[in-house]
């Protein structure tokens, strides 16, 4: 009996491996693309998989290797995924031929996961007409009204490590600045006083870090074969996130309802979506469309638009910040540029303001070099939604494409060096020699990231208010060059960036 069922184990392991090898991965080499070798049964992507590379890393290492071919097949488990190199390629994809391309292809599931409903997740007519209801939520105007957030967060921020620069201590600014951006999002995503700056351990912080505490599997399975996850009913985020954020926003929404308390932030702009289905105009001759008031978003739809203001918001904006303090700590005539610039528009604004900030030139090339060398989100991803026959190429619905971004920031006939930091990459006339999908670090087209403007000013305001008052220095803790944490969506130093603080 026992042989038998090896006999007939083995029979089907045996067929399961024909129908992989020359059924599922006969794929590319039906349409006479090339592509790289896959293995039975989980495709290129093992690594991923068992948590041993950073997807961008990977996808880099890949890019660089293939990269004279435009186009090349891989496979994610089954799926077949075309990873685009050629520059010109990828301005079709995300711009001329974006209604073949406007979906992730990620998992999204609101009855299983609520807080999946959002718009970075979402699919087709669902995402475009929530990115038409909240694009004027993220107007240059409304982020001024924010503005004195921030600046409030930035003080406290300064003032925790008053102490720590006295005694020239080593920090770990990863974990600082995380704090200091959950406090920001808390209060302009929820309207709540978060206090993570000084208490680190508060559930705030807890909930906050287990939006990217996600096993490698499940990230693998999220974007590549999220049909697993829906016919399994399976949530990308664990259940105890999932009531804390709903509960943390219904209460605050009925709180404010019921006191008749009204906050220039984010939050405010939500129930204003709730209650009448648009915004407030910027001026009084603005035209409403009504239907636009006819849709009105459900306090689950808002709270999963806020949860992934949050989530994007406080994690792509510090690793950004610890990661422009990592390269001007071992480049200390790019800081001390960056700290003159500060004071000199300080001094000509007489305070921290918005336009202020927007006057730092050089701190926005700083920046822009930062986000070249560490985009938080290092590949695009999309799905082709419908058949589409480009050059030299016929792709089939439902194929996955990878645009791999860490790639071609860091390819070196693009940008020479690659691995210096050199803010004056940016310069405008060094910005006109390059095609301009060369840097995307926001995505581009139709589906880029809609808090762009946001993002970069609670960027500049951490950097501007740590600048101004402190030096940084690298402490001996520090690798260089950094190595990433296997396994991460987002680009995450794997030991911590320490850095030593010094008063000016």
């Known amino acids: 009996m026992l042989a038998e069922l090896i006999g007939i184990f083995i029979v089907i392991l045996s067929i399961v491996y024909i129908y992989y090898k020359y059924v599922i991965f006969n794929f590319w080499r039906k ?10 049964p989980i495709g290129n992507i093992a690594p991923l998989v068992i948590g041993k590379s950073q997807i961008g890393v990977f996808f880099h290492d890949i890019y660089l290797k293939y990269k004279d071919h435009p186009v090349f097949g891989t496979y994610s488990l089954f799926k077949p995924n075309l990873v685009v190199a050629d520059l010109d390629l990828i301005r079709t994809l995300l711009i001329k031929e974006f209604k073949s391309f406007h979906d992730r292809g990620a998992y999204c599931n609101e009855k ?14 669902r995402w475009r007409n929530m990115r038409f209801k909240l694009t004027p939520t993220f107007t240059s105007r409304k982020i001024k009204q924010m503005f004195f957030i921030l600046k409030e967060c930035s003080e406290e921020l300064v003032k925790h490590l008053e102490s720590k620069a006295q005694v020239r201590e080593s920090v770990e600014i990863k974990d600082i600045i995380g704090r200091f951006m959950t406090d920001v999002i808390m209060s302009t995503a929820f309207g709540v006083k978060s ?6 351990n508060n559930e705030y912080r807890v909930q906050g870090k287990k939006i990217f505490n996600l096993s490698s599997i499940k990230i693998a399975m999220t974007f590549c074969v999220p049909q697993i996850m829906d016919f399994f009913s399976i949530p990308l985020l664990p259940r105890s996130v999932t009531n804390f954020y709903m509960n943390m926003f219904r209460e605050n929404v009925e709180n404010r309802k019921a006191n008749h308390i009204v906050r220039h932030d984010f939050m405010n702009l939500l129930i204003q979506l709730m209650e009448r289905g648009f915004v407030d105009p910027e001026d009084n001759k603005t035209i409403i469309n009504e239907s636009s008031a006819i849709n009105k978003l ?3 739809e808002a709270t ?15 690793s950004t910040v610890t990661f422009a303090l990592y390269e001007l700590s071992q480049y200390q005539d790019i800081q001390d540029k960056t700290r003159n610039e500060i004071d000199e528009v300080l001094a000509k604004h007489g305070e921290l303001t918005y336009d202020a900030v927007n006057d730092m030139t050089y701190l926005q090339k700083v920046i822009s070099e930062t986000l070249r060398k560490y985009p938080p989100i290092p590949i695009l991803n ?14 089939p619905k439902g194929t996955l494409i990878t645009i791999p971004l860490l ?8 940008y020479p060096n690659p691995e210096k930091f050199d803010p004056e990459r940016f310069n405008a006339d060094e910005i006109k020699k390059r095609h301009p999908y060369a840097y995307m670090p926001f995505g581009e087209g139709p589906r880029n990231c809609i808090g762009l403007r946001f993002g970069y000013m609670q960027t500049k305001v951490a950097l501007v208010s740590l600048l101004s008052k402190y030096k940084f220095k690298l402490h001996s803790r520090t690798s260089v060059p950094l190595h990433f944490i296997e396994g991460s969506f987002v680009l995450d130093a794997k030991s911590g960036v320490h850095l030593i603080i010094e008063p000016r």
Do not use: W
């Open 112 to 125: 299983v996961d609520p807080l999946t409903g959002n718009l970075f997740l979402m699919p087709g007519k």
């Open 382 to 395: 999309r799905v082709c939604t419908e058949e589409i026959e480009l050059p030299n190429i016929r792709i």
């Open 298 to 300: 459900t306090m689950t």
């Open 31 to 40: 349409r006479g693309v090339f592509y790289i070798e896959p293995v039975v």
């Open 407 to 414: 790639g071609l920031h860091r390819d070196p006939s693009i």
């Open 195 to 200: 206090n993570c700056i000084e208490e680190p």
């Open 304 to 318: 999963a638009q806020s949860f992934a203001f949050f989530g994007a918001g406080f994690e792509t904006s510090s």
